[in-house]
C-alpha cells in the first residue's frame, strides 16, 4: 500500500492511497453546497389545535 500527501492547484490538501491490487483512493476536501430549498413543516396530518 502506498499513500501520497501533497494539495492540488487551489493549495486544498489531498491523499492519494494505493494498493498493489490496483486499488486507488483519491481523497480530497470539497465545500459543502449551499442549498436554497424551503424548508418543510414536519408534523401530523390533521392535527388538532386545542
Not at 490496483?22 to 442549498?35: A, D, R
Amino acid at each position: 500500500m502506498v499513500c501520497f500527501h501533497g494539495k492540488d492547484t487551489s493549495g486544498k490538501p489531498l491523499e492519494l492511497i494505493q494498493h498493489v491490487q490496483q486499488l486507488n483512493f483519491l481523497l480530497m476536501v470539497v465545500s459543502k453546497p449551499e442549498i436554497e430549498a424551503t424548508k418543510r413543516q414536519i408534523g401530523f396530518v390533521g392535527q388538532v389545535e386545542e
